[in-house]
């Protein structure tokens, strides 16, 4: 491995442990997503402290996070496995972030950010993936295990090159929700549900 390889797979790290998550609640005077919710500083538990303008930040912090030294490390014409391992870097960084006492996050959205320098076609596809499936199931997890999986078969159809990179940062993320994939096979997950809609009183008498 060559020491500019080795520069930015290090880089990667250090750019990954920024936190976007805590970063924001402490902007917005929120709590610490680590102590809240479901304890996970990322972009769906900030949505519950916060709502949906620190989520956004934060989702926006978390992507860059993947997407920055990515696009560098393409830009510098390194090899795919290269690519790969920075991107892995650099979700690693999110997960075990060094500022901020090795507790992080899930990382799908900074593994998605690392796909956008090198297949935008195939970053747009989880998108999609991710939305439907949680658009049907209303669970924030199993559309990330569902968008995870897939990456590497898009990658196979669309840049089959960097297949190999994303069956690494697949088996990342998908061991990284080990403890999400048992509340699933309990069904014990949690999931935002729709919110039904008011039936009108009935308590009220007919006016004569």
């Known amino acids: 491995m060559s020491a500019l390889a080795l520069l930015m797979i290090v880089f990667a790290y250090l750019l990954g442990s920024v936190s976007s998550a805590i970063i924001v609640c402490k902007a917005f005077s929120l709590d610490d997503p680590r ?3 479901s304890g996970n500083p990322g972009t769906t538990n ?3 402290l916060g709502g949906p303008v620190p989520a956004g930040l934060t989702l926006l912090g978390d992507i860059l996070k993947g997407m920055i030294p ?7 014409d390194l090899s795919p496995i290269i690519l790969g391992l920075v991107a892995i870097a650099a979700c690693l960084g999110h997960i075990y972030p060094l ?3 090795f507790q992080g996050g899930k990382a799908v959205a900074t593994a998605l950010g690392a796909m956008f320098p090198v297949a935008s076609e195939m970053a747009l596809l989880l998108i999609v993936t991710w939305v ?3 658009w049907v199931s209303r669970v924030s997890s199993l559309a990330a295990l569902i968008t995870v999986a897939l990456s590497p078969v898009y ?3 669309i840049k089959p090159q960097y297949t190999v990179p994303a069956i690494m940062l697949a088996a990342l993320i998908i061991w990284r929700h080990r403890t999400n994939i048992i509340r699933l096979w309990r ?4 999931s935002f549900q729709r919110k039904a809609k008011k039936k009108p009183s009935t ?6």
């Not at 990515?70 to 510098?76: I, S």
């Not at 069904?187 to 949690?190: A, C, S």
Request: charged residues 20%; hydrophobic residues 45%; aromatic residues 28%.
């Open 35 to 37: 102590l809240r919710g």
């Open 46 to 48: 900030v949505y519950r």
């Open 70 to 76: 990515v696009w560098a490390a393409y830009y510098l």
């Open 99 to 101: 500022y901020f006492k």
């Open 132 to 134: 439907i499936v949680f």
């Open 155 to 157: 990658a196979w159809f």
């Open 187 to 190: 069904g014990t997950e949690v």
């Open 203 to 208: 308590s009220q008498k007919p006016n004569e």
